[in-house]
């Protein structure tokens, strides 16, 4: 039989133990007023269900979300100055040449996704179109397909991208300037507002993030590993696609170069709420939480990836990335 003060001390550190993973779980208390969210279109379904799940731990949070193009969410904090804790964009490169080092100083990577062809029942030719079909079907005179602004939106430069790698996997010369030329009235400033093209039958057929599709039920055409920038594997192929956009400043211009499609967040270096931006961060990198929300509408988890500036990454994130 353990003598009293000892059975004391264990109990004590049972208890403490207890309450401290309660709290874990629960969430903080402490946390509170509001929490401002910039983030990619493609990203709104999940982050609405994330932020739903967050907020049950922590309703003392009120979270405000703004979706646009990642390109024009990084611009309401660079040319806007409008406040904001977090950034999340479609394309990890944005905020690495838009946000760092001047707005934020650190980046996590923390979800994947590819292009595809979307289309419905409705679409012209959708009981004809394949895979290997897909190019001809588009450049039809009598059909319609949309994309998204490159200029805002990484759906949009991506597409551009993917079209540019599809001229030389299919050996079609030509074929990225018939397509950029073709249906230009059905550019969007960003991919989720080119859903209601499709609904209303303004167009058959739109360049979108699989994720999207699958969140919608939408019909879609997979696309080769060679061209959809999904796959690593393939990164020094899609390097040798490059899209130039406008860039943070008038008339200035940058270059986009293709890679494997990554999302990413900050938080911004002056963040009005920082204790909520973290602990939200947090729980969108935890893989019985945030992320596996994540998967389950079509944007799997690369946690952990590497990390540059590791070091400035707050101590309570570190564990979800590599140095």
Same mark, same amino acid.
């Given at each position: 039989?353990?003598?009293? /003060?000892?059975?004391?001390?264990?109990?004590?550190? &049972?208890?403490?133990?207890?309450?401290?993973? &309660?709290?874990?779980?629960?969430?903080?208390?402490?946390?509170?007023?509001?929490?401002?969210?910039? !983030?990619?279109?493609?990203? +709104?379904?999940?982050?609405?269900?994330?932020?739903?799940?967050?907020?049950?731990?922590?309703?003392?949070?009120?979270?405000?979300?703004?979706?646009?193009?990642?390109?024009?969410?990084?611009?309401?904090?660079?040319?806007?100055?409008?406040?904001?804790?977090?950034?999340?964009?479609?394309?990890?490169?944005?905020?690495?040449?838009?946000?760092?080092? @001047?707005?934020?100083?650190?980046?996590?990577?923390?979800?994947?996704?590819?292009?595809?062809?979307?289309?419905?029942?409705? +679409?012209?030719?959708?009981?004809?179109?394949?895979?290997?079909?897909?190019?001809?079907?588009?450049?039809?005179?009598?059909?319609? $397909?949309?994309?998204?602004?490159?200029?805002?939106?990484?759906?949009?430069?991506?597409?551009?991208?993917? /079209?540019?790698?599809?001229?030389?996997?299919?050996? @079609?010369?030509? /074929? $990225?300037? @018939?397509?950029?030329?073709?249906?230009?009235?059905?550019?969007?400033?960003?991919?989720?507002?080119?859903?209601?093209?499709?609904?209303?039958?303004?167009?058959?057929?739109?360049?979108?993030?699989?994720?999207?599709?699958?969140? !919608?039920?939408?019909?879609?055409?997979?696309?080769?590993?060679?061209?959809?920038?999904?796959?690593?594997?393939?990164?020094?192929?899609?390097?040798?696609?490059?899209?130039?956009?406008?860039?943070?400043?008038?008339?200035? @211009?940058?270059?986009?170069?293709?890679?494997?499609?990554?999302? &990413?967040?900050?938080?911004?270096?002056?963040?009005?709420?920082?204790?909520?931006?973290?602990?939200?961060?947090?729980? /969108?990198?935890?893989?019985?939480?945030?992320?596996?929300?994540?998967?389950?509408?079509?944007?799997?988890?690369?946690?952990?990836?590497?990390?540059?500036?590791?070091?400035?990454?707050?101590?309570?994130?570190?564990? $979800?990335?590599?140095?």
């Amino acid at each position: 039989m353990l003598p009293r /003060l000892a059975s004391f001390k264990i109990l004590s550190i &049972s208890f403490i133990l207890i309450a401290h993973f &309660s709290g874990f779980s629960q969430g903080n208390k402490q946390i509170k007023g509001d929490l401002i969210i910039f !983030h990619a279109g493609s990203l +709104s379904v999940p982050f609405k269900e994330i932020a739903a799940e967050f907020k049950k731990l922590n309703p003392e949070v009120n979270i405000l979300m703004e979706s646009a193009g990642s390109v024009a969410s990084a611009r309401k904090i660079t040319d806007l100055d409008k406040p904001c804790d977090i950034m999340a964009s479609a394309d990890y490169s944005v905020i690495d040449k838009m946000l760092i080092p @001047k707005f934020a100083d650190w980046n996590i990577k923390f979800a994947s996704n590819e292009l595809c062809v979307v289309y419905s029942e409705k +679409s012209r030719y959708a009981n004809q179109i394949t895979a290997k079909n897909w190019t001809e079907m588009l450049l039809k005179p009598d059909v319609a $397909y949309g994309r998204s602004d490159p200029n805002s939106d990484p759906c949009g430069y991506r597409t551009e991208m993917m /079209l540019q790698l599809a001229e030389k996997q299919y050996k @079609k010369p030509a /074929l $990225y300037s @018939k397509f950029s030329t073709k249906d230009r009235q059905y550019m969007r400033p960003k991919e989720t507002d080119l859903l209601a093209l499709i609904e209303t039958n303004s167009v058959d057929y739109i360049f979108l993030y699989r994720s999207v599709a699958v969140q !919608h039920n939408l019909k879609y055409i997979i696309l080769p590993d060679a061209i959809n920038l999904k796959n690593p594997s393939f990164a020094s192929q899609y390097a040798i696609a490059k899209v130039s956009i406008n860039g943070s400043k008038p008339g200035e @211009k940058q270059i986009m170069t293709g890679e494997p499609m990554i999302y &990413s967040f900050t938080i911004l270096r002056n963040a009005p709420n920082k204790a909520a931006a973290i602990a939200f961060a947090g729980f /969108l990198l935890q893989k019985e939480n945030g992320q596996s929300i994540m998967a389950r509408n079509g944007q799997p988890s690369v946690v952990p990836m590497k990390a540059d500036n590791f070091d400035k990454i707050p101590s309570q994130l570190k564990t $979800y990335v590599k140095r």
